[in-house]
């Protein structure tokens, strides 16, 4: 059995959990930063960093202790993210593995949430598709065999997460948005407000979501629906166009397996749909999975370590990191 201690710091949520042969969480801890940038309506990067330095010597001992025995390797999230948060991760990460004489494993954020799904009861098999949809990032990616990826298609301009975030402000809905939008949606029409669809007709796989957050600020200005009613149909919008982007992509590779993981992957909504409607073995990890947490960088990194891929402790973070060479 190997055990390996993965640490997420990217964005808000300081996620430390120790996993072993990369599908069994042993013990996990994860800090939200959520109420003190909620004020701000927003993560401010500062604080952020500031917030990870506190908690992760305390969350780590805690993780540590909890799960008994040996650590093997230590994976860190070096970038995507916010650099601040992310030097916090990576040189904590480097210094255990240092002081430990073990590997450390270097693990690319949107890795960590394909491999959240290993963590479940039902784990898919490779090749399969992936719709990866959070506050950063909207993207399918083709995913062969572990660590090879292409990128099919991604958002032009906004994040879907980041449109939730915006128009819930847009509303006056407390940050993060995509759960208030949930919960205002709950009561709302979600034909109310005909909102567009995004690139509908094309053959492209790229996502936009600018346009849509555009029509709900006209739409708050001028009509006066319901927030509830706009919460709904923006709601709808937002997961219809990944819903065809990800119909047209599993008709364009011939997928039979498909993921969804990231924060928006807690969407009830999406998750609803897309395993009701999409025409492929559908993995969607639950709900604490799906926000960041330590655990699935973890389950990216034993993987990462398993194919040869530890990185050596002179690699740093690097807030635009790609995913592919
Ligand atoms: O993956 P994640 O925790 O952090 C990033 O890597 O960005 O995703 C956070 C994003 C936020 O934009 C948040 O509003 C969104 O996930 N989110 C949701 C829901 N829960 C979180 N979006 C829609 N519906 C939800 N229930
Ligand atoms: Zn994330």
Redesign the pocket.
Known sequence: MSQILGIET??D?TGIAVVSDGVRVVAQQVASQVETHAVFGGVVPEIASRRHTECIHQLTAKTLADAGGHIDAVAATCGPGLMGSLLVGVNFAKALAYSWGVPYVPVH?LEG?IFSVFLTDNPPEFPFLALIV????TCLIDCPRPHHYTILGSTRDDAV??S??KVARLLGLPY????S??KAAEEGDPKAVAFPRAMNQSDSLEFSYSGLKTAVLYDVRGNGHATADVAASFQRAAVEQLLTKTKAALAQTGARTLIVA???A???L?RERATRELDAAVHIPPLSL???NGAMIAAAGYSRWLHGHAGGLDGSANPGLALTD
């Open positions: 990217s964005c949520e954020h949430h959070s506050g950063g990032h997460g980041e939730f975030d993060p948005g995509g759960p939008i949930q990231g924060g928006v807690a969407n009830a999406l799906c926000l960041d």
